[in-house]
């Protein structure tokens, strides 16, 4: 059984499952809990259920601070329709808990095969011709054990660690990219090592052996402080030394110097991550995903799961006689609300939320109190998720989890 229960039972209606990475987040701390490293230390000293108080309040201290215009939302809660309980999980990405979700795997945070996903992504589209492409052909052909993604990244220092800064907060240009790229292949070309764009915010890496690398994603990291998650491991060396010529070729770019004459933070480092090997499937996966996402897409792709566009969820519940597909766990996937987070946008991010809340949420809800939905599961990807259940006694996660009012809590 995966940590979201979703060993079907007979029955006729779906268990749906919410990943929503960042629908707990706030923007607005300078030091945000739930990325910082000692949150995601696999040693921490703090209790499961203390981590889930704080996510609850975190969310509803999220949408209190939302505009004048959104008052009557965070007055006016949804309606007490089901039952619910906040839940602890060892997932701190998306990927992992779409794998999970999905009944194939249950994979720690330095274990996603994002560079292998992304590889399969890249022969399903025309990526741009770039000096990188015979490098990543040769990946796709030879050397996909040799291959991570490589984000650009900004590393903020700190008194006695740093800090990253996602590639999402950067508003990287093509022509940065492409110049950043061509000097860091002029580098590590000689030494049969190369760089590749996937798009302005995802690169590749190619040319040393992955089995070393243990670090998280990019994402999973970003606004902590990075010391508890570069590279650990003794056989590591290959993987710290290029990580330190890289920062030394990028401190004096002319990127990084026109940027910085904009007053925009600098493009710095790369993060390298993702370089695991796809996993065999722990059984015969049996998820019904519902994402517009490339990682997701890839994902079902390799597995072969059938996906549809993210928007077609609540119609296909809603579609009493689609009865094929409801004895087997319908996962949705939406990182908009994500991607405003990472870029620190508070009117994106507030938006987006109100958004999915309206628009996908609510409906559900409903859908679940109607009988259509057996269960429904809100997972915001950084160890805590709601489930839900249709109503006895107990109130419903929204009392407990929305704010009475623009001055509650």
């Given at each position: ?7 079907i039972m007979t029955?006729t209606s779906?268990?749906v499952?919410?990943?929503v ?8 701390s300078d030091?945000?809990?739930?990325n ?9 000293a703090?209790?499961?259920s ?10 509803a ?33 998306y990927?992992?808990?779409l ?11 330095s274990?996603?095969?994002?560079a292998?996903l992304s590889?399969?992504?890249?022969t399903?589209s025309?990526l741009?011709?770039t000096s990188?492409c015979?490098?990543?052909?040769n ?24 800090r990253?800064?996602p590639a999402?907060?950067?508003h990287i240009q093509?022509d940065?990219?492409?110049?950043i790229?061509?000097?860091i292949?002029?580098l590590i070309?000689p030494d049969?090592?190369?760089?590749v764009k996937l798009?302005n ?18 994402h999973?990291v ?7 998650f570069l590279?650990?491991?003794?056989s590591?060396?290959?993987w710290r ?5 890289v920062?030394m070729?990028?401190?004096?770019h002319?990127?990084n110097?026109?940027r910085q004459?904009r007053g925009l ?11 695991a ?9 049996s998820?019904?995903l ?14 072969q799961?059938?996906?549809s ?5 609540l ?19 939406d990182?908009q609300i994500?991607?405003?987070w ?7 991010l507030?938006?987006?939320k109100?958004r999915?809340?309206q ?9 679940l109190a109607n ?15 709601i489930?839900?259940?249709r109503?006895t006694?107990n109130?419903?996660w929204?009392k ?5 009012g623009?001055n509650?809590?």
């Open positions: 059984m995966t940590p979201y229960n979703n060993d029955t779906p268990i499952t919410l990943l990475p960042g629908c707990f987040s706030d923007i607005g030091e945000p809990v739930e910082d490293a000692s949150a995601h230390n696999a040693n921490q703090v209790s499961e203390d981590q889930a108080q704080h996510q609850q309040t975190q969310f201290d999220a949408h209190s601070g939302d505009n004048s215009s959104d008052q009557q939302a965070s007055d006016n809660p949804p309606a007490e329709l089901n039952n619910s309980q906040v839940l602890s999980n060892p997932f701190q990405s990927e992992q808990a794998f999970s979700a999905s009944n194939v795997a249950t994979l720690k945070p274990a996603i095969p994002a292998q590889l399969r992504e890249a399903e025309a741009p011709k990188g015979d490098a990543l052909n990946a796709l052909q030879n050397e996909a054990h040799h291959t991570v993604r490589a984000d650009p990244v900004h590393l903020m220092a700190g008194t006695d660690n740093a990253l800064i999402q907060a950067l093509a940065e990219a492409d110049a790229i061509a000097s292949n002029e070309n049969n090592q190369s760089v798009d915010n995802r690169w590749l890496f190619t040319g040393i052996n992955n089995a070393s690398l243990d670090t998280w994603p990019s999973a970003a606004n902590g402080r990075i010391a508890s590279p650990r491991q003794a590591a060396d290959a030394l290029l990580f330190t010529e920062q070729l990028l401190h004096a002319p990127v110097m026109a004459s933070a600098t493009i710095n480092a790369l993060w390298f991550w993702g370089g090997d796809l996993p065999k499937a722990d059984k015969n996966p998820a019904l519902f994402s517009d996402n490339a990682f997701a897409k890839a994902f079902a792709g390799h597995y799961l059938p996906i566009n993210a928007d077609d969820l119609a296909s519940v809603q579609n009493t006689s689609n009865i094929d597909n409801r004895d087997k766990p319908w996962v949705y996937l990182t994500y991607n405003a990472l870029a620190g946008d508070v009117t994106q507030t938006a987006a109100k999915f809340t628009n996908l949420l609510e409906p559900l809800q409903q859908a009988g259509q939905i057996e269960r429904l599961t809100l997972d915001g990807c950084e160890g805590v998720s489930l839900e259940s109503r006694a109130k419903p929204w407990k989890w929305w704010p009475l623009r509650s809590g």
